[in-house]
């Protein structure tokens, strides 16, 4: 087993039901954790038999940004089941971080964690 880290992944969609938020873009931060099986990528040094993270980056940021969300809960569920979806992918945690939700915290955020057990 062997992860790889996504950290700050800086986004912008349509996040929040108050009504100040809706119809506005926000920022979010993605942190995630992908637990996936090698498959010799750590041996072989090939390029095409490793996980594409780059791959999974764009689909990230297609999700996220071509949709509105009502709850941070909701982004990292489908994000975290996308990334299941992935063969090899046997786990994923999934940290979204709103920067300025309050008025006297750097940022709230939502953590999951997920396994293949739970698709």
Same mark, same amino acid.
């Given at each position: 087993m062997a992860a790889i880290s996504i950290k700050d992944l800086l986004l912008r969609t349509e996040v929040g039901f108050n009504p100040h938020e809706l119809g506005k873009k926000q920022d979010l931060l993605l942190n995630i =954790?992908? +637990?996936y099986d090698l +498959?010799?990528? +750590?041996?072989? !040094?090939?390029? !095409? %038999?490793? =996980? #594409?993270y780059r791959d999974i980056c764009k689909q990230i940021i297609t999700l996220?940004? #071509?949709r509105q969300f009502n709850l941070l809960e909701k982004v990292a569920d489908e994000v975290?089941?996308?990334i299941l979806n992935i063969p090899r992918v046997e786990e994923v945690s999934v940290e979204v971080d709103k920067p300025h939700a309050l008025r006297f915290a750097k940022s709230v955020s939502f953590s999951l964690t997920k396994n293949?057990? %739970?698709?």
């Open positions: =954790l992908i +637990q +498959q010799g990528e +750590q041996k072989s !040094d090939t390029p !095409d %038999e490793a =996980l #594409n996220v940004e #071509n975290a089941d996308l293949k057990s %739970e698709l």
